[in-house]
Nanobody
Framework: QVHLVESGGGSVQAGSSLRLSCAAS????????MGWFRQAPGKEREFVAG???????YYTDSVKGRFTISRDSANNAMHLQMNSLRTEDTAVYYC????????????????WGQGTQVTVSS
């Protein structure tokens, strides 16, 4: 079984930063794609950012220039550095892994973490 565990969420004021982490229970291969999704109450699950373990990164338009996704191959982990947080970033953030490669569609992801809450207040 593959287990993904998110950490780093919290409650912060607008304009501040948080760093989310996702640790995997297995070694991540270069063909894998890992991403972050978020879901706010009453809204659909939304792709936020993702990366090919081989290097390519992807972002939804609303976080470009503010969020940075990165990998930590030695520790089978990835991170999401979130700067200049806004109230609309408030959501539960989920880490996910797709075995077959790049996708922004939640249905294409095989494994999910339990989620971590991010709350941004003005």
């Amino acid at each position: 079984q593959v287990h993904l565990v998110e950490s780093g969420g919290g409650s912060v004021q607008a304009g501040s930063s948080l760093r989310l982490s996702c640790a995997a229970s297995i070694r991540i291969y270069s063909s894998s794609f890992m991403g972050w999704f978020r879901q706010a109450p009453g809204k659909e699950r939304e792709f936020v950012a993702g990366l090919r373990w081989s290097g390519n990164t992807y972002y939804t338009d609303s976080v470009k220039g503010r969020f940075t996704i990165s990998r930590d191959s030695a520790n089978n982990a990835m991170h999401l550095q979130m700067n200049s947080l806004r109230t609309e970033d408030t959501a539960v953030y989920y880490c996910a892994l797709a075995r077959k490669g790049y996708s922004r569609n939640p249905e294409d992801f095989d494994y999910w973490g339990q989620g971590t809450q991010v709350t941004v207040s003005s």
